[in-house]
């Protein structure tokens, strides 16, 4: 149990187009998800968490205007990277928590964000 | 500020032998360490945990030590397995309820050698 789908696991844009990554709890529900950034040889950098039905809470420095994520239900939290510029290049992760339990985020196999 | 310190940005071990896998913190409010095990371009997957009021906790080759008095947390893999040879992530748990979250450490990649 506690798969985290996300798609799609890559993709290329252009400068100035938008960009949306899901991410899906297939087997449990979701109360909170979370949206990860790994730059090279990096560690993960949390840049939000996701509650469903509330608003996002960024972590420090992270644009929420470029940054719009969306938690409509207990199994879908969606990323979307707005005006994508080359330096949005990265590996998005999200990762889920299941309500109770202590290791509490199952995560998702990431997306590669290329932007051209 | 790095709340949770890997050194070691790399270790070599043979097949076989131990690999131990250093981390160091310095919030004492953290209430939960986990280690996870990331491969390339993929996610990362729960390795095993230990609560703060614990100094041990083991789980088939894996075990996992805390100093509390020394901040400092390690990762033991006996025996090494060349299909252990991945990025570890060592990670503390703060905050409560919907505030909780998980502090990264930088990783350590861990090669096993056959």
């Known amino acids: 149990g506690a798969v985290v789908s996300q798609h799609p696991s890559r993709v290329i844009c252009k400068s100035g187009t938008s960009v949306k990554i899901e991410c899906r709890s297939l087997?449990?529900?979701?109360?909170?998800m979370f949206w990860y950034r790994q730059f090279p040889k990096k560690s993960l950098m949390l840049m939000a968490t996701s509650n469903e039905g509330s608003k996002a809470t960024y972590e420090q420095g992270v644009e929420k205007d470029k940054f719009l994520i969306n938690h409509a239900s207990l199994t879908l939290s969606t990323l979307t990277v707005t005006s994508a510029h080359p330096e949005d290049s990265s590996f998005y992760i999200c990762?889920?928590?299941?309500?109770?339990?202590?290791?509490?985020?199952?995560f998702g196999p990431g997306t590669r964000l290329t932007v051209t | 500020d790095q709340q949770v310190k890997q050194n070691s940005p790399s270790l070599s071990v043979q097949e076989g032998r131990i690999s131990i896998l250093n981390c160091d913190y310095t919030?004492?409010?953290?209430?939960?360490f986990l280690w996870y095990k990331k491969y390339p371009a993929e996610g990362p997957t729960f390795l095993i945990s230990i609560s703060s009021i614990k100094d041990k906790n083991e789980d088939g080759r894996f075990t996992v030590f805390l100093n509390k008095s020394a901040k400092h947390l390690s990762l033991h893999i006996v025996p090494s397995q060349p299909g252990d040879s991945a990025v570890y992530f060592c990670a503390a748990r703060l905050g409560a309820g919907n505030n909780r979250k998980l502090i990264w450490g930088l990783g350590t990649s861990l090669a096993v050698n056959p």
């Open positions: 087997d449990f529900q979701a109360t909170t």
């Open positions: 919030n004492s409010m953290f209430d939960y």
């Open positions: 990762s889920a928590r299941r309500q109770g339990g202590i290791y509490e985020q199952y």
